[in-house]
């Protein structure tokens, strides 16, 4: 085994290997996947080296800890955190040292949802179609993490980072999500909209990977019983029967049988992934480029938006990318 690696010494509740994902799968059922935050996943590539598609690790809350078997640089972005070496606390948001033999701690998160612990290197796990991203939802490529996981790391590609430190970009007190309507959006009440465009809900503590789920009023159906499945894309705004949006992420499944009210738009993804349980949602119909606007608002920090991706409404097909 090389002497490049660093095995796990906490897994924390849930750490993943993600990198920017497989996308070109959807029509065999395979989701995108890769990090939720991937502005953020590219920011700690990016401090340490690495090409922005390199793996990297994705926690979840409450961090994770790696002891490391050579010497690396390793840098942490994401959701704030404390960010320690063999006890010592070292920088979060700038690359920092770690011997071989050392433990790299990552705190819970204090600010958000997910940090990202990049590696000299990245996680050099076997590739699955074209990526090492962990897939929750069909359970392709790696496992999450558990206590003794080795994680091999590839060659650095770079003797030095290319940046010293990273703006930090805090989680949102209330989460503006811009939508277009979706193909289903007609399966509902005039009122139904209004109150989708115009009540907030909440992030509920019940969301994943797979989709935000939210609290808050229920949307009432203009058209009753349930519909054969169709294509769903990433950020498609599924209503199941207790009427309350679920917006999906980036290990969704690619075909569902409830309606798509909406779908937001992809900018807007990576803060919904940094949002709290109990954080208020509010969903804003908007058209064309003014939605990438207004999503991008405050997340261009440094590249930490991500770039857009067309969710004009139409009805998805079955092999749309998601």
Request: glycine share 12%; hydrophobic share 45%; net charge neutral.
């Amino acid at each position: 085994m090389t002497d490049r690696a660093v095995a796990v010494v906490r897994a924390g509740a849930l750490t993943t290997v993600q990198d920017t994902g497989r996308p070109g799968h959807a029509h065999l059922g395979v989701p995108r996947s890769g990090a939720l935050d991937a502005g953020a996943a590219a920011l700690a590539n990016r401090l340490v080296g690495n090409a922005p598609s390199a793996a990297v690790l994705e926690t979840t809350l409450t961090g994770c800890a790696l002891r490391s078997r050579c010497t690396v640089t390793a840098a942490v972005a994401g959701a704030a955190c404390a960010v320690r070496v063999d006890g010592r606390p070292v920088a979060w948001g700038a690359p920092v040292t770690v011997p071989a033999g050392a433990v790299l701690d990552v705190g819970p998160a204090e600010h958000g949802v997910r940090s990202y612990v990049a590696l000299a290197g990245g996680v050099a796990v076997e590739p699955v179609l074209g990526s090492r991203s962990t897939d929750l939802l069909s359970g392709l490529g790696p496992p999450p993490l558990a206590e003794g996981t080795l994680l091999p790391l590839g060659p650095p590609a770079h003797p030095h980072a290319c940046v010293d430190t990273a703006p930090q970009a805090g989680p949102p007190g209330e989460l503006v999500l811009p939508v277009t309507w979706g193909p289903r959006h007609d399966w509902f009440t005039a009122a139904a909209l209004a109150v989708f465009t115009t009540r907030a809900y909440r992030v509920s503590s019940a969301s994943n990977r797979i989709g935000l789920r939210t609290e808050g009023p229920p949307l009432e159906r203009r058209v009753p019983g349930e519909l054969p499945s169709e294509g769903l894309v990433l950020g498609a705004v599924q209503v199941p029967p207790d009427g309350r949006p679920v917006v999906f992420l980036a290990d969704h499944p690619t075909t569902g049988g409830y309606p798509v009210v909406a779908v937001v738009r992809e900018p807007a993804l990576a803060t919904a992934a940094q949002a709290v349980p109990g954080t208020p949602v509010r969903f804003v119909a908007v058209r064309g480029k003014a939605a990438d606007a207004r999503a991008l608002g405050g997340r261009a920090v440094g590249g930490r938006a991500a770039d857009g991706q067309a969710a004009d409404g139409t009805r998805a097909a079955a092999g749309t990318d998601a």
